[in-house]
């Protein structure tokens, strides 16, 4: 059975510094997606990787996909204040339609 | 626009009453879930369904109905409301697999709360 380990829970960061978060799985998964939530609010979508090697970039942010390792990070460049949110990583079994999430990482960028 | 739509936005329900949250989507998506999200625990999926007619179970799926006879609708229903039940649910579609961007929708959630 899948599941999905985020690490850190929580992030302070600074403005302007660079940041990684850790998304570990633990069976082979087919592909792996990045969410992003503020509070009170739905998902977004931010990244879709489906394929080992896959790197995707929005703005301050990059993700990138290991299956051999079975890791996905999301790395956050020069942080700031509005990147403040939850992110969560949700990885889905191969073959499989189900969707297992991380717990979530709570990203909060100080000025 | 492409769009999920979840209903009610809130409901507060006494224990044993039961109730059906609504879930509908405007993209075709064959595709569709049911979360519930609660503090610390992340998103645990309830129920899904690939396409009409056809449902299957998650990983938290006791208490919980569903039914999907249109593409567009994914109704989840409380069979008898209890406290820890009391969660945000999250409605979400999206094409099956190799038929589109495999990016997931996310409906605006229903917080319900369970006295």
């Known amino acids: 059975e899948l599941k999905v380990e985020q690490n850190p829970l929580f992030l302070s960061m600074q403005e302007g510094k660079n940041y990684t978060i850790y998304c570990n799985y633990s069976t082979t998964s087919d592909r792996l997606y990045w969410y992003r939530q503020d509070p009170g609010k739905s998902l977004e979508s931010l990244f879709v990787l489906l394929s080992n090697g896959a790197v995707k970039q929005e703005g301050r942010l990059m993700a990138s996909l290991d299956t051999k390792a079975r890791l996905s990070t999301l790395h956050i460049t020069a942080a700031v204040h509005d990147l403040s949110a939850t992110y969560f990583c949700a990885g889905a079994q191969g073959g499989s339609e189900k969707l297992v999430f991380g717990k979530g990482t709570k990203l909060t960028v100080n000025p | 626009n492409a769009d999920v739509t979840q209903t009610p936005k809130f409901q507060v329900l006494k224990t044993g009453q039961s109730m059906t949250l609504q879930c509908a989507q405007d993209?075709?998506?064959?595709?569709m879930s049911w979360y519930r999200q609660d503090p610390g625990m992340g998103l645990r999926l309830i129920h899904y369904s690939v396409g009409a007619g056809i449902t299957d179970q998650g990983e938290v799926p006791n208490g919980y109905n569903v039914s999907r006879s249109t593409t567009e609708d994914f109704p989840l229903r409380l069979l008898s409301a209890a406290p820890s039940q009391t969660s945000v649910y999250f409605c979400?579609?999206?094409?099956?697999?190799?038929?589109?961007?495999?990016?997931?929708?996310f409906g605006p959630g229903t917080r319900l709360t369970v006295l």
């Open positions: 993209m075709n998506h064959e595709y």
């Open positions: 979400a579609s999206r094409p099956v697999l190799g038929q589109g961007t495999d990016t997931q929708y």
